[in-house]
């Protein structure tokens, strides 16, 4: 009979889990946004698929943890999934409100920073950390701002603006505290 560690460590090791199947799908549907966005002008749909993908998003994150199917490909498969949804709604927004160049700008240098000190920990520590709190509120932020953004048409520019204001302040809070926790981590790993 497997001890509970050996069952967590090939949980870890598996690929075809559901939480990975549903980050996987959640790549399917960008390209399916982009088109009813960009193409077929379809707001409506766009936001159920867009709705869709962030349900996908909680539900993976729900079904990894009570179920114990975290796995090391979950833990980057799924921000990935994250945000190029993301980013790519946020292109398709950019073409109706040119302020979405400042979240779109601020997840490009954050997933950056994150992605080298993300990886530099990794070489170092060999550990893959998950998602934060304020990861977490930073994304449904994002999220609601872009549902409301698709399915209010003619949204005011101060609705507007406060709600990518508050996106923006939220994701600089989380970009200070992952980069904190990141250079933490390596200068606790160059002390040993």
Known sequence: MKSKAENTNSVRSKILTI???LSLFRLCLIPI???MYCVEKEYLWTGIVLIISGITDTVDGFVARHFNMVSDLGKILDPIADKMTQAAMLFCLLTRFPLMILPLGLMVLKEFFMGVTGLLVI????KV??????????????????ILHVFWF????????????ACVVM?????????????????QEDKE
Request: overall charge positive; glycine content about 12%; hydrophobic content about 50%.
């Open 19 to 21: 939480p990975n199947m």
């Open 33 to 35: 946004f982009m088109w």
């Open 123 to 126: 070489q170092k520590t060999g």
């Open 129 to 146: 950390f998950g998602a934060e709190w304020h990861g977490k509120v930073s994304t449904w932020l994002l999220y609601i701002m872009m």
């Open 154 to 165: 003619n949204i005011p520019d101060i609705v507007s603006g406060v709600l990518i204001g």
């Open 171 to 187: 994701m600089v809070i989380s970009l200070v505290l992952y980069g904190r926790h990141n250079l933490k981590s390596l200068g």
